[in-house]
Protein backbone atom coordinates (compact mmCIF):
# COMPACT_ATOMS: atom_id res chain seq x y z
CA UNK A 1 0.00 0.00 0.00
CA UNK A 2 3.12 2.33 0.45
CA UNK A 3 4.81 1.81 -2.26
CA UNK A 4 1.51 2.26 -4.32
CA UNK A 5 0.50 5.50 -2.66
CA UNK A 6 4.46 6.48 -3.30
CA UNK A 7 3.96 6.04 -7.12
CA UNK A 8 1.10 7.68 -7.46
CA UNK A 9 2.11 10.90 -5.48
CA UNK A 10 4.85 10.80 -7.79
CA UNK A 11 2.66 10.96 -10.73
CA UNK A 12 0.88 13.97 -9.99
CA UNK A 13 1.19 17.57 -11.54
CA UNK A 14 1.40 19.88 -8.52
CA UNK A 15 1.93 23.08 -10.87
CA UNK A 16 -1.76 21.62 -12.37
CA UNK A 17 -3.43 20.52 -8.83
CA UNK A 18 -2.10 23.98 -6.55
CA UNK A 19 -4.66 26.10 -7.95
CA UNK A 20 -5.26 29.77 -7.01
CA UNK A 21 -8.80 29.88 -4.45
CA UNK A 22 -11.14 31.21 -7.24
CA UNK A 23 -12.05 34.66 -4.44
CA UNK A 24 -14.28 36.94 -6.36
CA UNK A 25 -14.96 35.23 -9.23
CA UNK A 26 -17.82 36.67 -11.77
CA UNK A 27 -18.49 33.52 -13.53
CA UNK A 28 -21.27 33.23 -16.41
CA UNK A 29 -22.19 31.06 -18.79
CA UNK A 30 -21.33 30.57 -22.35
CA UNK A 31 -22.69 28.39 -25.23
CA UNK A 32 -20.36 26.03 -27.31
CA UNK A 33 -20.63 27.82 -30.61
CA UNK A 34 -21.12 24.15 -33.12
CA UNK A 35 -21.95 26.00 -36.09
CA UNK A 36 -18.55 28.14 -35.53
CA UNK A 37 -16.57 24.49 -34.93
CA UNK A 38 -17.84 22.85 -37.67
CA UNK A 39 -16.72 26.35 -40.27
CA UNK A 40 -13.07 25.54 -38.17
CA UNK A 41 -13.05 21.67 -39.39
CA UNK A 42 -13.73 22.69 -43.07
CA UNK A 43 -11.03 23.08 -45.05
CA UNK A 44 -12.55 23.89 -48.52
CA UNK A 45 -13.08 27.45 -49.53
CA UNK A 46 -10.34 29.02 -47.41
CA UNK A 47 -8.86 30.88 -50.01
CA UNK A 48 -5.38 31.77 -48.68
CA UNK A 49 -7.23 33.43 -45.71
CA UNK A 50 -6.25 30.88 -43.05
CA UNK A 51 -3.94 31.72 -40.30
CA UNK A 52 -3.05 28.90 -38.41
CA UNK A 53 -3.42 25.30 -39.59
CA UNK A 54 -6.29 22.85 -38.86
CA UNK A 55 -5.97 20.14 -36.46
CA UNK A 56 -5.22 17.04 -37.25
CA UNK A 57 -7.94 15.14 -34.31
CA UNK A 58 -11.27 17.07 -33.56
CA UNK A 59 -10.18 16.70 -29.96
CA UNK A 60 -8.17 20.16 -30.84
CA UNK A 61 -11.93 22.22 -30.92
CA UNK A 62 -12.27 21.13 -27.40
CA UNK A 63 -12.46 23.83 -24.37
CA UNK A 64 -10.16 23.02 -21.55
CA UNK A 65 -10.29 24.81 -18.39
CA UNK A 66 -8.14 27.92 -18.07
CA UNK A 67 -7.93 28.91 -21.73
CA UNK A 68 -8.46 31.73 -23.44
CA UNK A 69 -11.45 32.24 -24.83
CA UNK A 70 -13.41 34.11 -27.56
CA UNK A 71 -16.42 35.00 -29.47
CA UNK A 72 -16.43 35.22 -33.30
CA UNK A 73 -18.05 38.50 -34.54
CA UNK A 74 -20.17 36.04 -37.10
CA UNK A 75 -21.76 34.08 -34.04
CA UNK A 76 -25.61 32.33 -34.62
CA UNK A 77 -26.75 30.48 -31.50
CA UNK A 78 -28.01 27.26 -31.77
CA UNK A 79 -31.52 27.95 -32.34
CA UNK A 80 -32.16 24.49 -31.58
CA UNK A 81 -31.56 24.43 -27.98
CA UNK A 82 -34.03 27.42 -26.77
CA UNK A 83 -37.32 28.14 -28.37
CA UNK A 84 -36.28 31.73 -27.29
CA UNK A 85 -33.29 32.31 -29.25
CA UNK A 86 -32.11 35.82 -28.08
CA UNK A 87 -31.82 34.34 -24.58
CA UNK A 88 -29.50 31.59 -25.62
CA UNK A 89 -25.90 32.34 -23.50
CA UNK A 90 -23.47 34.35 -25.74
CA UNK A 91 -21.17 31.23 -28.09
CA UNK A 92 -17.71 30.79 -27.02
CA UNK A 93 -14.46 28.77 -27.98
CA UNK A 94 -11.54 28.68 -27.56
CA UNK A 95 -9.30 27.02 -30.05
CA UNK A 96 -7.75 29.07 -33.19
CA UNK A 97 -7.27 26.18 -35.43
CA UNK A 98 -8.76 26.58 -38.94
CA UNK A 99 -9.71 30.25 -38.41
CA UNK A 100 -10.59 32.56 -41.46
CA UNK A 101 -14.00 33.47 -41.17
CA UNK A 102 -14.57 37.07 -42.18
CA UNK A 103 -10.36 37.59 -42.81
CA UNK A 104 -9.88 39.06 -46.06
CA UNK A 105 -7.27 37.60 -48.46
CA UNK A 106 -3.51 37.02 -47.56
CA UNK A 107 -2.99 39.43 -50.28
CA UNK A 108 -5.34 42.76 -48.64
CA UNK A 109 -4.01 41.67 -44.94
CA UNK A 110 -0.62 41.65 -46.45
CA UNK A 111 -0.40 44.58 -49.17
CA UNK A 112 2.58 44.66 -51.21
CA UNK A 113 5.14 46.92 -51.39
CA UNK A 114 7.07 48.58 -54.08
CA UNK A 115 9.58 45.67 -54.10
CA UNK A 116 6.03 43.20 -54.19
CA UNK A 117 7.25 41.73 -51.14
CA UNK A 118 4.16 40.89 -48.65
CA UNK A 119 6.24 40.87 -45.88
CA UNK A 120 6.35 43.24 -43.03
CA UNK A 121 8.58 42.41 -41.01
CA UNK A 122 11.58 45.09 -39.73
CA UNK A 123 14.18 44.79 -42.46
CA UNK A 124 16.53 47.57 -40.49
CA UNK A 125 17.34 49.21 -37.49
CA UNK A 126 16.30 52.86 -38.03
CA UNK A 127 13.96 54.83 -36.46
CA UNK A 128 12.12 54.62 -39.73
CA UNK A 129 12.14 51.17 -40.11
CA UNK A 130 10.91 50.62 -36.77
CA UNK A 131 7.65 52.89 -37.40
CA UNK A 132 6.37 50.91 -40.63
CA UNK A 133 7.10 47.34 -38.98
CA UNK A 134 4.91 48.87 -35.94
CA UNK A 135 2.08 50.21 -37.88
CA UNK A 136 1.95 47.18 -40.21
CA UNK A 137 1.61 44.96 -37.91
CA UNK A 138 -1.13 46.77 -35.55
CA UNK A 139 -3.02 46.52 -38.87
CA UNK A 140 -2.75 43.07 -38.84
CA UNK A 141 -3.83 43.23 -35.68
CA UNK A 142 -6.66 45.55 -36.06
CA UNK A 143 -8.06 42.82 -38.98
CA UNK A 144 -7.78 40.14 -36.48
CA UNK A 145 -9.59 41.36 -32.93
CA UNK A 146 -12.22 43.06 -35.82
CA UNK A 147 -13.53 39.09 -36.01
CA UNK A 148 -12.27 37.97 -32.46
CA UNK A 149 -13.82 39.48 -29.37
CA UNK A 150 -12.11 37.93 -25.90
CA UNK A 151 -14.07 36.80 -23.27
CA UNK A 152 -12.65 36.25 -20.60
CA UNK A 153 -10.97 32.63 -19.53
CA UNK A 154 -12.66 29.55 -19.46
CA UNK A 155 -13.54 27.84 -16.03
CA UNK A 156 -15.04 24.06 -17.35
CA UNK A 157 -14.45 22.25 -19.84
CA UNK A 158 -16.36 21.31 -22.98
CA UNK A 159 -15.47 17.77 -24.85
CA UNK A 160 -16.07 18.28 -28.97
CA UNK A 161 -16.04 14.58 -29.14
CA UNK A 162 -19.41 14.63 -26.86
CA UNK A 163 -21.12 16.71 -29.00
CA UNK A 164 -25.03 15.67 -29.16
CA UNK A 165 -24.68 13.63 -26.02
CA UNK A 166 -23.68 16.59 -23.60
CA UNK A 167 -25.16 19.64 -23.23
CA UNK A 168 -23.66 22.58 -25.44
CA UNK A 169 -22.98 24.75 -22.02
CA UNK A 170 -20.01 25.47 -19.80
CA UNK A 171 -19.03 28.34 -17.92
CA UNK A 172 -16.66 30.96 -18.45
CA UNK A 173 -15.10 33.98 -15.79
CA UNK A 174 -14.28 37.77 -16.48
CA UNK A 175 -13.24 38.50 -12.68
CA UNK A 176 -11.76 37.13 -9.59
CA UNK A 177 -8.33 35.47 -9.33
CA UNK A 178 -7.34 32.76 -11.04
CA UNK A 179 -4.69 30.55 -12.35
CA UNK A 180 -3.75 29.78 -16.03
CA UNK A 181 -0.78 28.88 -18.42
CA UNK A 182 1.40 32.03 -20.01
CA UNK A 183 2.84 32.03 -23.70
CA UNK A 184 5.83 33.75 -22.38
CA UNK A 185 7.95 34.98 -19.72
CA UNK A 186 5.89 37.10 -17.09
CA UNK A 187 6.54 39.06 -13.60
CA UNK A 188 4.44 39.80 -10.89
CA UNK A 189 2.78 43.50 -11.88
CA UNK A 190 2.67 42.89 -15.22
CA UNK A 191 -0.69 44.09 -16.97
CA UNK A 192 -0.97 40.67 -18.93
CA UNK A 193 -3.07 40.68 -22.76
CA UNK A 194 -4.93 38.18 -24.77
CA UNK A 195 -2.99 38.16 -28.39
CA UNK A 196 -2.98 36.84 -31.64
CA UNK A 197 -1.02 34.13 -31.77
CA UNK A 198 2.22 33.65 -34.75
CA UNK A 199 0.53 32.28 -37.55
CA UNK A 200 1.41 28.60 -37.70
CA UNK A 201 0.52 28.21 -41.27
CA UNK A 202 3.98 27.80 -43.35
CA UNK A 203 2.55 30.95 -45.72
CA UNK A 204 1.75 33.34 -43.35
CA UNK A 205 4.65 32.86 -40.46
CA UNK A 206 7.19 34.34 -43.42
CA UNK A 207 5.69 37.54 -43.53
CA UNK A 208 5.60 38.51 -39.40
CA UNK A 209 8.32 38.72 -36.90
CA UNK A 210 8.24 36.88 -33.72
CA UNK A 211 8.33 38.48 -30.44
CA UNK A 212 11.23 37.72 -28.36
CA UNK A 213 11.36 39.24 -25.51
CA UNK A 214 14.65 39.33 -23.52
CA UNK A 215 16.55 38.55 -26.24
CA UNK A 216 18.99 41.39 -27.95
CA UNK A 217 16.40 41.66 -30.23
CA UNK A 218 13.02 41.52 -29.09
CA UNK A 219 11.05 43.37 -31.24
CA UNK A 220 7.99 43.48 -29.17
CA UNK A 221 5.41 44.39 -32.07
CA UNK A 222 5.69 40.88 -33.42
CA UNK A 223 3.66 37.47 -32.11
CA UNK A 224 4.26 35.16 -29.54
CA UNK A 225 4.57 31.68 -30.12
CA UNK A 226 1.30 29.81 -28.72
CA UNK A 227 3.09 27.12 -26.33
CA UNK A 228 2.12 23.36 -26.25
CA UNK A 229 -0.29 23.10 -23.06
CA UNK A 230 -0.56 19.86 -20.83
CA UNK A 231 -3.31 17.32 -21.97
CA UNK A 232 -4.25 19.09 -25.29
CA UNK A 233 -3.07 18.12 -29.28
CA UNK A 234 0.68 19.52 -30.18
CA UNK A 235 -0.98 21.96 -32.86
CA UNK A 236 -3.87 23.66 -30.73
CA UNK A 237 -3.65 26.96 -31.00
CA UNK A 238 -5.45 29.50 -28.81
CA UNK A 239 -5.47 33.05 -28.00
CA UNK A 240 -1.97 33.72 -26.10
CA UNK A 241 -1.23 35.18 -22.65
CA UNK A 242 1.44 37.83 -22.69
CA UNK A 243 2.61 41.10 -20.80
CA UNK A 244 1.86 44.31 -22.40
CA UNK A 245 4.82 44.84 -24.66
CA UNK A 246 7.73 46.05 -22.74
CA UNK A 247 9.01 49.88 -23.50
CA UNK A 248 12.16 50.32 -25.19
CA UNK A 249 15.56 51.17 -23.49
CA UNK A 250 17.35 54.48 -23.72
CA UNK A 251 19.67 55.23 -26.91
CA UNK A 252 21.97 57.82 -27.18
CA UNK A 253 19.83 60.23 -29.15
CA UNK A 254 17.30 62.35 -26.71
CA UNK A 255 14.95 63.26 -30.08
CA UNK A 256 14.98 59.35 -31.21
CA UNK A 257 14.48 58.12 -27.59
CA UNK A 258 11.32 60.45 -27.10
CA UNK A 259 9.91 58.98 -30.58
CA UNK A 260 9.99 55.66 -30.41
CA UNK A 261 8.40 56.00 -26.66
CA UNK A 262 5.42 57.47 -27.89
CA UNK A 263 5.68 54.79 -30.55
CA UNK A 264 5.78 52.23 -28.27
CA UNK A 265 2.93 54.27 -26.07
CA UNK A 266 0.24 54.03 -28.63
CA UNK A 267 0.93 50.87 -29.34
CA UNK A 268 0.35 49.64 -25.70
CA UNK A 269 -2.78 51.96 -26.40
CA UNK A 270 -4.07 49.60 -28.99
CA UNK A 271 -4.45 46.81 -26.81
CA UNK A 272 -7.13 48.03 -24.26
CA UNK A 273 -8.69 50.03 -27.14
CA UNK A 274 -9.43 46.93 -28.91
CA UNK A 275 -9.88 45.01 -25.57
CA UNK A 276 -7.00 42.95 -24.84
CA UNK A 277 -7.00 43.07 -21.26
CA UNK A 278 -6.62 40.21 -19.01
CA UNK A 279 -5.87 41.21 -15.74
CA UNK A 280 -3.08 41.87 -13.29
CA UNK A 281 -0.66 39.20 -12.86
CA UNK A 282 0.59 38.46 -9.01
CA UNK A 283 2.62 35.78 -9.45
CA UNK A 284 5.36 35.64 -12.61
CA UNK A 285 6.37 32.35 -14.46
CA UNK A 286 8.59 31.24 -17.37
CA UNK A 287 6.54 30.95 -20.30
CA UNK A 288 4.59 27.78 -20.22
CA UNK A 289 4.45 27.81 -16.74
CA UNK A 290 1.36 28.83 -14.70
CA UNK A 291 0.66 32.19 -13.36
CA UNK A 292 -1.75 33.80 -10.60
CA UNK A 293 -3.81 37.32 -11.44
CA UNK A 294 -6.50 38.68 -10.66
CA UNK A 295 -8.76 39.34 -14.24
CA UNK A 296 -9.64 42.75 -15.45
CA UNK A 297 -13.29 42.75 -14.26
CA UNK A 298 -11.45 42.92 -10.65
CA UNK A 299 -8.02 44.37 -11.76
CA UNK A 300 -7.02 48.06 -11.67
CA UNK A 301 -6.27 49.06 -14.87
CA UNK A 302 -3.05 50.71 -16.55
CA UNK A 303 -0.34 50.19 -19.02
CA UNK A 304 2.85 48.44 -16.66
CA UNK A 305 4.70 46.14 -17.86
CA UNK A 306 8.29 45.59 -15.63
CA UNK A 307 10.55 45.85 -17.27
CA UNK A 308 10.00 49.66 -18.79
CA UNK A 309 12.68 51.82 -19.15
CA UNK A 310 12.27 55.29 -17.72
CA UNK A 311 9.35 57.77 -17.59
CA UNK A 312 8.17 59.63 -20.57
CA UNK A 313 8.89 62.49 -18.77
CA UNK A 314 12.29 61.95 -18.05
CA UNK A 315 13.16 61.44 -21.71
CA UNK A 316 11.46 64.70 -22.31
CA UNK A 317 14.06 66.59 -20.31
CA UNK A 318 17.10 63.96 -20.50
CA UNK A 319 20.95 65.39 -21.70
CA UNK A 320 19.28 69.26 -21.71
CA UNK A 321 20.87 71.68 -19.48
CA UNK A 322 16.91 72.45 -18.00
CA UNK A 323 16.07 70.41 -14.89
CA UNK A 324 12.78 68.62 -14.53
CA UNK A 325 9.96 71.16 -13.90
CA UNK A 326 8.32 70.82 -10.66
CA UNK A 327 4.66 71.67 -10.19
CA UNK A 328 4.06 73.64 -6.56
CA UNK A 329 1.20 76.04 -5.73
CA UNK A 330 -0.25 76.05 -9.55
CA UNK A 331 3.14 77.42 -10.80
CA UNK A 332 5.36 75.18 -12.99
CA UNK A 333 9.42 75.85 -11.51
CA UNK A 334 11.50 76.41 -13.19
CA UNK A 335 10.57 79.30 -15.47
CA UNK A 336 11.81 77.90 -18.74
CA UNK A 337 8.94 75.20 -18.53
CA UNK A 338 5.66 75.84 -19.91
CA UNK A 339 3.42 77.45 -17.24
CA UNK A 340 -0.45 76.65 -16.85
CA UNK A 341 -3.00 79.37 -18.05
CA UNK A 342 -6.25 80.56 -17.30
CA UNK A 343 -8.38 82.33 -19.66
CA UNK A 344 -5.07 83.18 -21.48
CA UNK A 345 -2.79 84.22 -18.92
CA UNK A 346 0.58 82.71 -17.68
CA UNK A 347 -0.10 81.84 -14.24
CA UNK A 348 3.01 84.12 -12.90
CA UNK A 349 0.92 87.06 -14.32
CA UNK A 350 -2.40 86.33 -12.54
Known sequence: MLVRASANMSNRDFAISNRLHRAGAIDFNVEFPTRHAAMLK?????????????????????????????????FKGNHYTSVDSCRNPIGCISSLNGFSQGLVSKDQMFKRDARGSMSIKMTGSSLEDAKTAIMKHERVRDMFFKEVHPMGVSVSKWQYSKLGHQQDQYVGTLGGMNTIYCDTDCQAGDILVVDMPFPTEPEVADLVDEARPGTSTPTPWGFVKCVNKKGTPREKVTLVVRPLPDL???VPSPDENIQRRLMHEVMRSNFERRGQILGKCTRGAKKGERVDLCLQANAIGGSVNMNDSSSLLALLFANQDQQMPTYHAGVFQPGDAPQPTVSGEPADKR
Request: charged share 30%.
Open 42 to 74: DTKGTNGKRLFQACQDTDGLSVCEGEPIYTPKR
Open 248 to 250: PNV
